[in-house]
């Protein structure tokens, strides 16, 4: 029997009348603060869940563990989601992207991965709440990220069948991730920056499994990304071969995020819109190319990159627009003023459109 959605209800409606704003870069934003090994522990921040005494003498560096300032700074995570939804956005993505025993793990903190997507998704929640409005619901979007392991591609040279993770561990580890986001508050599961479709799968087969065990199915976008002008992602598919490959997942919208920026990535978009008919559209592309000189890290101001995302409306190509690496509130805000104008991409009555209606 088919499950009906129980949370983000509006949602598919939504896509339909307009294109949505998800979010920018977290990554981005973690960087502003530049935060010292020091205050990634904790130091410094007194709000009433500080946790500093708790990694003050951890064994290992933790800098640059961004999933862990959910725990230690809170405020931190809280203050660049209030900006985006306050810069006009839709959608925020949970500050789970690393946030599995196998990443963690190089961090020897796996066993902190469920604590920290309950605690992320509970941070957006709150910031949800707060900015949402009869007129304009926000919603939690729980990230899965890829983790740092691929199953489809060897890590020697000299040994191609060689494997450092396999379909079970994949599969175990985002089970655990998905149940804390859901518990957490997350309105929406995205399972992005794909570059290896059989990491996805195992995503997809866990958060199945997840629906199956508790009754509660949300919405599902899945995120994609093409790696080079080759137009496949890393473990070899055509944007094409690897709709086919996850179609089955039913999901509210697919997409492409992150690796190139929009203009680069606009023939791909083309080309998945043309094959997904019957399925809403995101994107979000990073702000153009790397560029150490820049305050964000890459080339693109906000006017450039909500220039390149409006062109992407006009033509009918997307419903969910974004940012992804290099992206700032400044440049949600500017995608959002850019698109505001624009119709959301006309999607057919096929099965998926209307399992999400």
Known sequence: MTQSYTRAQTLPALLAQRIAILDGAMGTMIQRFKLSEAQYRGEGYTGPDAQYARFKDFHKDVKGNNELLSLTRPDVIRDIHERY???????????????TTIAQADYDMADLAREMNLRSAQIARAACDKYSTPDKPRYVVGALGPTPKTASISPDVNDPGARNVDFEQLRAAYYEQV????????????VETIFD??????????????FAASGERLP????????DASGRILSGQTVTAFWHSVR?????AVGLNCALGA???RPYI??????AGDTFISCYPNAGLPN??????????????????????AEGLVNIVGGCCGTTPEHIAAIGQAVSDQHARAVSAGPFYREAA
């Open 220 to 227: 599902l976008i899945i995120s994609g990304t093409v790696t």
């Open 85 to 99: 939804l306050a810069a006009g956005a839709d959608l925020i993505e949970t500050n789970t992207f690393g946030a």
């Open 197 to 210: 479709t059989l990491n996805a799968k195992a995503a997809l087969f866990a958060i199945d499994e997840y």
């Open 270 to 275: 083309q080309e998945l819109a043309r094959v």
């Open 248 to 252: 089955h997942a039913q999901p509210l």
């Open 179 to 190: 149940q804390a986001l859901v518990e957490g508050g997350a309105d929406v599961l995205m």
């Open 292 to 313: 150490p000189m820049s305050d964000t890290g890459f080339d693109e101001t906000p006017d450039v990159t909500s220039r390149l995302l409006h062109e992407f409306a």
């Open 263 to 265: 203009t680069l990535m």
